[in-house]
């Protein structure tokens, strides 16, 4: 069946703009997570939503990250006024449930690239 | 917040050897991940294990809970096991939910 899909795969803008990245989930799983993978800083935890709870939002680095997922599936993720430090590539997974003891699957990312 | 620590973090070794990437973390966890990314690649999942022992193929994880410490083994390596290993550890023991905490990769390099 179809993986976890993500778009755009590559995003340049300019320092400033914000920027809204999608994942689509594999179907039927109901937790999704968001990582961002950067040189400096390896993979790091962003956001996690599962079902209809409210998400887990501790690892978002400032209130210019935000997310979003719709009737327990697609998941935006936003970032007001981008700075040169937030590029990176942005991960998302899904699992069949959460907690971290179920295997993840991951999307091929997309590359945000800020001028 | 469970600190992850991976070793080594390169290692350049001949076709056919034995290679073994090292994990320890601090607090105790529901399961470790083992993933693999290929230069430029996507991640993908090799193992997900809570206890013991698991084997797919030449690649062999293991776990000591009580050391908080894993193992990934690959039997008689190819040029094509060359990528990035990451150890990353899931969800607090007893409870909490949460996503996944990386350790910063073992960069692996096969040589024929």
């Known amino acids: 069946g179809a993986g976890v899909s993500q778009s755009p795969s590559n995003k340049v803008t300019e320092k400033g703009k914000d920027v809204e990245l999608r994942c689509d989930p594999i179907?039927?799983?109901?937790?999704l997570y968001w990582y961002r993978q950067s040189l400096g800083q390896g993979l790091e935890f962003l956001i996690y939503?599962?079902?209809?709870?409210?998400?887990?939002k501790s690892g978002l680095p400032s209130d210019r990250f935000s997310a979003e997922r719709t009737g327990g599936s697609v998941s935006t993720l936003t970032i007001q006024r981008t700075q040169q430090e937030d590029s990176a590539v942005y991960l998302c997974?899904?699992?069949?449930?959460?907690?971290?003891?179920?295997?993840?699957?991951f999307g091929p990312g997309t590359r945000l690239t800020v001028t | 917040k469970n600190e992850v620590e991976q070793s080594p973090q390169n290692l350049t070794a001949q076709e056919g050897e034995f290679i073994t990437i090292n994990c320890s973390y601090s607090?105790?966890?529901?399961?470790l991940h083992w993933l693999q990314q290929h230069p430029g690649g996507g991640i993908v999942s090799l193992f997900m294990?809570?206890?013991g022992k698991k084997k797919h193929g030449r690649l062999i994880a293991t776990i000591n809970i009580q050391e908080k410490h894993s193992s990934l083994h690959i039997t008689a390596s190819h040029p094509r096991d060359s990528a990035v290993y990451i150890c990353?550890?899931?969800?607090?023991?007893?409870?909490?939910?949460?996503?996944?905490?990386f350790g910063k990769g073992t960069h692996l390099i096969i040589q024929p």
């Open positions: 990353a550890v899931g969800g607090v023991a007893g409870g909490g939910a949460d996503g996944l905490t």
């Open positions: 607090v105790g966890i529901s399961a």
């Open positions: 997974a899904s699992s069949l449930v959460g907690s971290g003891a179920y295997e993840q699957y």
């Open positions: 939503f599962q079902g209809n709870s409210a998400p887990d």
């Open positions: 294990l809570s206890s």
């Open positions: 179907s039927g799983h109901t937790a």
